[in-house]
């Protein structure tokens, strides 16, 4: 229970105040940026997440109930690296703006970047061993509002270059994950005998189910 509430109010609060607390004085202009950098980041993550999850699933059998989450915060975390430097190179001039604009906005901004910061963790949660949700079993039949965005967006802007890419376009994505979780579950109570550890993990037998 202890992880559940971490992730409802510990660690939006910690977003809150790291964004305000050393992104205020790095002003509109460039909070403006980071924003979009962000946003980017975002979408790029979640339309190629499924692919490297699944190299990685399949390389590494262990890795098998981590696999998406490492696959989409590696994307996210190399994505916006590299947009944040090419952004610096980019806009070497900081833009000042009148003072009660640069404050009005500048907060503005900072409030728009932890909705994307935040939202986006949740959405990441969802791929996580664990999860937001405290009781065992979920209501697979309704999306959340990030899941709902994101197959609209990948349908046209996240599409293939050869073909459409569109996220969850069978509408699957909560119920896959539940049973992941419960797979997961069912893994650590049938090996009581052996470590912990072992039950984290993956198998062969496992891997060779995992459907694109």
Do not use: C
């Not at 980017?40 to 490297?52: H, M």
């Not at 009005?104 to 937001?132: H, K, S, T």
């Not at 893994?187 to 995992?210: C, P, R, W």
């Amino acid at each position: 229970m202890v992880m559940w509430h971490i992730y409802v109010w510990v660690v939006p609060i910690v977003i809150l105040a790291v964004l305000y607390g050393f992104r205020w004085k790095a002003g509109l202009w460039s909070n403006s940026l980071t924003l979009g950098t962000i946003l980017f980041s975002i979408l790029v993550a979640v339309g190629w997440w499924e692919s490297l999850a699944y190299l990685i699933a399949t390389s590494a059998p262990l890795l098998l109930f981590f696999a998406d989450s490492v696959a989409i915060w590696t994307i996210f975390l190399v994505t916006f690296a590299l947009l944040d430097l090419t952004t610096r190179f980019m806009s070497t001039i900081k833009v000042k703006y009148v003072d009660i604009v640069e404050n009005v906005g500048n907060g503005i901004v900072l409030f728009m970047l932890f909705l994307a910061l935040y939202g986006f963790f949740r959405f990441a949660e969802e791929l996580g061993p664990v999860g937001e949700h405290a009781p065992p079993t979920i209501d697979t039949s309704g999306d959340s509002m990030a899941v709902k965005v994101f197959r609209i967006l990948s349908d046209g802007n996240l599409s293939g270059f050869t073909q459409v890419n569109q996220f969850d376009d069978s509408g699957e994505f909560r119920a896959l994950h539940l049973q992941r979780r419960q797979a997961l579950m069912y893994n650590m109570m049938s090996d009581q005998e052996k470590s912990a550890i072992y039950g984290l993990q993956g198998k062969d037998e496992q891997v060779e189910k995992l459907k694109r």
